[in-house]
C-alpha cells in the first residue's frame, strides 16, 4: 500500500508548496500530487500538521554521533549508531568520515561501509576517507606520523569500495596528478583539503579530476593579495563544491557570507564534521589516544586546535538562516539537493520529486525534527 504524507509546507524544485500530497511506494516518491488526486484516497494519509517537508538531509562530514567514532569503531554496528544518532537530527543520508589513520584502518572502514550499504542500514551512502594524503604544514588535528602519498597500491584501495560513493579528502600538493586521474576515473569523488597548495597546485588538480574542497577557510592557505591560495582557487572555479562548517566558530560568519557573494550557491555544502558525542550529552572524547574537550557545540584538543563539532545537520541549517541571512529554502538545498548533487546522486537524493528515494524530513519552523523517512521508512522523533 502506497502512503501520503499532507498538509505540510513541501519544499519541491519548483517552490515551497501547500495543498500537496507526497505519496510514498517502494520506498520512493510516486508524486508530488494535489492533496484531492484519488491515489491519496486510497493511501495509508499521514497529516503532518503543518510542517515543514524538507529533502533528508545529507552529510558528506560526520566522523561520529551517537558515542562512536569511526576510526575506532569501522564496522556495520558502528555506522548503524552514527546513522542513528544524527537521523534525530535530520540526516537520512551521510558518509562515515575517517580521519587519517593507518591504511588497514581505511581498508576495514571500506568493508565495513560496503557490508551497511548491503545490509541496507539506514542512510550510509559510501565512505569519507579524509586523509592521510595531507599537508603536514595543514594537519589541524589530524596525526601527521600517519600522512604519506598515494602510491599505485593505495589507489586500488581507494577505489575498492563495491557499493556506495567514495570521497576522498587530500591534498593535492602531495598527490600527483596521475593518482588524481586515476582515481576519478573510477569515480572516487575528489576534494581538497587539510592542504598548503599554491592557486597553481589547485588549478592542475580541477584538469585532474578534482571536484570539491573540505571545510573551507579551515586547514588549508588562504587568500592573500599575491597568492590566491586554496581558498581563493576555491572561490575562482566556478563549478567545484565547498563544504562548510557553520558553527559560528570554524570560520567567521563574515567570511562565509563573502564567500556566498563569490559563488553560485548550489556550489556550497553544509556538513557537520561531528564527533562522537552528537546526541550523548558527553563532554569529553579520546580521539587516537588525546583528550577532546567538548564546549558550546564544538570539540578542542588539550592544546586548544577545533576538533571537529558537535554540530547536528538541523542545527547546522538553523545555523545558516541565522549566521548567514540565508532563507530556510537555500539553506536546506545546501543540506540536501547541493551534497547529492557533488556525490553524482541528483537523479537519486536531495529532492521531493517522483523518482527520486523517499528520504525526507519533516520539522517545525525552528528545526526541530518531527519526523525522517529513509527510503521511505518512517522515524518519528523522541519526546526527549
Ligand atoms: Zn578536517
New binding site residues.
Partial sequence: MHEALVNARVLTQVAVETGRAVLIEGGRILAVTDEDDPRVASARVHDLQGAWLLPGFIDTQVNGGGGVLFNDEPTVEGIRAIGAAHRRFGTTGFLPTL?SDDLSVVARGIAAVDAAIRAQVPGVLGIHI?GPFLSRARK???DAARFRGPDDAVVELLSSLGHGTTLV?LAPEVAPPEALSQLASRGVVLSA??TNATFADIDLALRHGLKGF??LF??MSPLTGREPGVVGAALHDPESYCGIIVDGRHVSPVVLQIALRAKRHDRFMLVT?AMPCVGTGEHEFMLQGRRISVRDGYCVDDAGTLAGTALTMAHAVSNAQRLLGLELTEAARMASEYPADFLGLSQELGRIAAGCRASLVACDDNLRVRATWVDGVREDARAD
Fill in positions: 580521519i579524509e589541524g588535528v589530524h579528502t583539503g587539510h573540505t571545510h579551515n586547514a564534521d
